[in-house]
């Protein structure tokens, strides 16, 4: 089987983490430090702190921004649970803003309409956190337009982004948002087995997402109440949480970073490749907005276009997993998930997410594929059009 998605670890990768096995810190040592400051100087951010994985990233940056009770917070349909559950952590209410046909990312101009809407009726949100999706940001200048004249905050979840840029700047350097975080799964760009990271230009910030990664404890003085009793001494100011990176896994980060340029380069090969071997086939490609923007390219999604071809997205989908094509679907929109239906969305809300997510496919992506296992892709998807008998319903 051809995956959708693998990691790429080399033998490089694997003596950085078995130094650290050997050395006196597995967790909350030296290199933490040294994976958040590399991340942060790739990124050209001021601040980066490590964390778990990017869903605590996600519910520590809503933290840091004051979200709770009574608050609203916006995202888009079109993408991981977590981007959503992290304002429900916090006791406030999540609502979406509906996606842009052609790049999938969340829509400047719904999100308009929506934040217009929203002022007269004394719902505005606190925090919006567009998705930048597939590994293309999201129209970000428009955005924090948006966010001055509104008054939101804005995190970016670039889970899918690391070493994608938007107008020439790398994504996470935080110019057009107050935070962005990243994912170190093993589908994501790099990867650390599980981690995140959460990037921001804020100080303030930076030390509250600090501060809550470990227990809301601090051991410095200046933070206490009072006198610290001694050497030994530490107090709890803040309701936190063991949101903590392993040195392993940083360790793992840090060799990986290493190869993160190249890791993206490949991947835009392999779409350019894809670009050109699917285009005569009854699809939809992803389109990138390159005069501001390069992709990372953590999805590579076909649509089905239905206004040339009688053959479904399920027997398409079929197809290609019954010959050996690991193709996946991102993502069914949430507000369409059982859990966010009980809090009152329904089908039919978020039409675009909605549309697309009814033809796509994400086919094989990632930096170690072989141009042969591409050609392979190519050809069995072809073959799903030419073979799969016209009016059979899987
Ligand atoms: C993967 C992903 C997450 C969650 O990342 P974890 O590191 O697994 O917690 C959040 N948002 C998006 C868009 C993702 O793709």
Partial sequence: MIPYGKQDINQADIDAVVEVLRSDFLTTGPAVNRFEQAVANYCGAQHAVAVANATAGLHLACLALGVGKGDIVWTSPNTFVASANCALYCGAMVDFVDICPKTYNMSVDALAEKLAYAKQNNCLPKVVIPVHFSGQSCDMQAIKMLANEYGF??????????????????????EFSDITIFSFHPVK??????????????????????????????????????????????????LGFNYRITDLQCALGLSQLKRLDSFVARRNDLAKKYNMLLKNLPLVLPAVKSDTNYSAFHLYVIQIDEQKTPTTRLQVFNFLRQNGIGVNVHYIPVHTQPYYRCLGFLPGQFPQAEQYYARAISIPMYSKMTDAEQITVAQVLERAFSEIPVGQNV
């Fill in 153 to 174: 905050h804005i995190i970016e979840d670039a889970s899918h982004a690391i070493g994608g840029r938007y107008l020439n700047k790398p994504i996470g350097s935080c």
């Fill in 189 to 238: 760009i790099i990867t650390t087995g599980e981690g995140g990271l959460v990037l921001t230009n804020n100080t303030e910030i930076a030390d509250k997402v600090n501060l809550l990664r470990t227990h809301g404890v601090t051991r410095d003085v200046d933070k206490m109440q009072g006198l610290s009793d001694g050497a030994w001494y530490y107090q709890q100011i803040d």
